[in-house]
């Protein structure tokens, strides 16, 4: 499968995915592509939100002004305690 353009899509279809796996009636070299494939599209999905996460910004009220501030990142995220 090409990579798809949209987030959206590629949720999508990685929600297809789950719902296939999970059935459990796969045979064994079915379940590891769609799992390959699976890999591919969380990373995608991944990246994406991490761009999305990038351009974010906070408006701050700053003297009476509103000041556009980078959106902070926790480094400490409970995914990187899962690895």
Request: proline share 2%; with cysteine.
């Amino acid at each position: 499968m090409v990579k798809p353009q949209k987030f959206e899509s590629a949720l999508k279809r990685l929600e297809e995915i789950v719902a296939t796996m999970e059935s459990g009636d796969l045979e064994l070299d079915k379940s590891l592509a769609l799992f390959e494939e699976g890999v591919k599209l969380v990373r995608f999905c991944s990246g994406k939100l991490d761009e999305a996460k990038k351009k974010v910004e906070i408006l701050v009220d700053k003297k009476g002004t509103m000041v556009a501030e980078p959106f902070a990142v926790d480094t400490h995220s409970s995914q990187d305690d899962a690895e």
